[in-house]
Nanobody
Framework: QVQLVESGGGLVQAGGSLRLSCAASGRTLSGYAVGWFRQAPGGGREFAAAINRSGAITYYADSVKGRFTISRDNAKNTVYLQMNSLKPEDTAVYYC????????????????WGQGTQVTVSS
């Protein structure tokens, strides 16, 4: 079992930045691919970014490409999502998720989820 806890969300003005963290416990996160997803009010869970086990491969949704950067520090058992040039449409609850395999974008393919952290971008 892997337990995931997100942190770093908050309220920021459009154009600002936030860095989300996803800290793991229970097992080392280095064996898992990790994805970040987001869910806006009334919407479904949307893929944002993912990173493979070693951190050598990353993948982004078109909506965040060039603005968000996913990274990981396996020594700290943590994955990060650096979010720059934030827009009001980035407002959502952000979740990290882990799976024991390669990167995928479908939320149902991930086995472990955190509780989410709220990101609100004001215009």
């Amino acid at each position: 079992q892997v337990q995931l806890v997100e942190s770093g969300g908050g309220l920021v003005q459009a154009g600002g930045s936030l860095r989300l963290s996803c800290a793991a416990s229970g097992r080392t996160l280095s064996g898992y691919a990790v994805g970040w997803f987001r869910q806006a009010p009334g919407g479904g869970r949307e893929f944002a970014a993912a990173i493979n086990r070693s951190g050598a491969i990353t993948y982004y949704a078109d909506s965040v490409k060039g603005r968000f950067t996913i990274s990981r520090d396996n020594a700290k058992n943590t994955v990060y999502l650096q979010m720059n040039s934030l827009k009001p449409e980035d407002t959502a609850v952000y979740y990290c998720a882990a799976r024991w395999d390669s990167i995928v974008t479908m939320s149902k393919s991930y086995d472990y989820w955190g509780q989410g952290t709220q990101v609100t971008v004001s215009s």
